[in-house]
């Protein structure tokens, strides 16, 4: 099993950037891929962007060309830096890591964009 905790939510405001970030309990080696996904009131959770192994991403629609996903194999952690956010981007954002057969997620972070 792998624990993650994200951090760097908040308040900005529409244009604004964040970056967020996800540390992870042991080296993620083995892990297949981590990724951000993030749940708005009402809505069903949704994936912003994965990073493999290998280094490979892929993004949503909604996200490409403002959203970068990144890693740090030495620190254990994978990165989302936010840019150009818009109200529509407020909700929680939770990160995961998929060490198939198992998933693992953290807790989430929220964050608020406002007009």
């Known amino acids: 099993q792998v624990q993650l905790a994200e951090s760097g939510g908040g308040l900005v405001q529409a244009g604004g950037s964040l970056r967020l970030s996800c540390a992870a309990s042991?080296?993620?080696?083995?892990?297949?891929?981590m990724g951000w996904h993030r749940q708005a009131p009402g809505k069903q959770r949704e994936l912003v962007a994965r990073?493999?192994?290998?280094?490979?991403?892929n993004y949503a629609d909604s996200v490409k060309g403002r959203f970068t996903i990144s890693r740090d194999n030495a620190k254990n952690t994978v990165y989302l830096q936010m840019n150009s956010l818009k109200p529509e981007d407020t909700a929680v954002y939770y990160c995961?890591?998929?060490?198939?057969?198992?998933?693992?997620w953290g807790q989430g972070t929220q964050v608020t964009v406002s007009s």
């Open positions: 995961n890591a998929d060490f198939s057969p198992f998933t693992s």
């Open positions: 042991r080296s993620m080696f083995s892990i297949n891929a």
């Open positions: 990073i493999t192994s290998g280094g490979n991403t």
